[in-house]
């Protein structure tokens, strides 16, 4: 059993251990060390390697307990990005796989749902609203709409504020209840 894994995980926020043992010789720049300490048993540590900075072999650059450490037994390669379109490919165990896929997918819903659902404004007026002809009219509307909903803040002066305070609260008024 290895040392300090929830500290690990915890500090690069990943969902397990990397499967993919370092090859030594690609640069990284992060990494899970398994590192011998001086108790004789294995902890976790952070590590990264770069020859163009002069590395001949990976640094440790984080670790989690207070005894000294000893040599690195083996390293993990922690990827520096994840390939959403291609998750088989992924350095991930079958749990975290489905998971990335989950994940995804309710992303990919929660856009689609915003394009599909979202209202414009009325275009053949440009202040949103049919019975608003004029600044003044917005002004009082917005006005009266922000006492009723106990919006505190200063009401747009500009023409152009105006018309997108409008917008905002048109599209607050007609967005659709969820259930």
Do not use: C
């Not at 163009?52 to 989690?64: A, M, N, S």
């Not at 991930?92 to 995804?104: P, Q, T, V, Y």
């Not at 979202?118 to 922000?146: G, K, V």
């Amino acid at each position: 059993m290895v040392n300090f894994e929830q500290e690990i995980l915890a500090y690069l926020s990943l969902p397990s251990i990397p499967k993919k043992e370092w090859d030594k010789e690609s640069a990284f720049d992060k990494g899970v060390a398994v590192v011998e300490l001086q108790t004789g048993r294995e902890g976790y540590a952070v590590a990264t390697f770069n020859p163009e900075k002069g590395d001949t072999k990976p640094r440790v650059t984080k670790v989690f307990g207070s005894e000294p450490f000893g040599d690195i037994n083996r390293v993990y390669v922690v990827p520096d990005y994840m390939d959403v379109d291609n998750i088989e490919n992924a350095d991930l165990d079958d749990a975290s796989k489905k998971k990335a896929e989950e994940i995804i997918n309710e992303g990919n819903e929660i856009a689609n749902d915003e394009t599909e659902t979202a209202t414009l404004p009325n275009p053949e007026n440009e202040y949103s609203f049919d019975f608003i002809h004029n600044d003044e009219e917005a002004i009082a509307y917005i006005e009266a709409y922000n006492k009723k909903n106990k919006i505190s803040g200063r009401v747009p002066q500009k023409h152009d504020a105006i018309v997108m305070r409008l917008a905002v609260i048109y599209a607050d008024e007609n967005k659709p209840i969820e259930e």
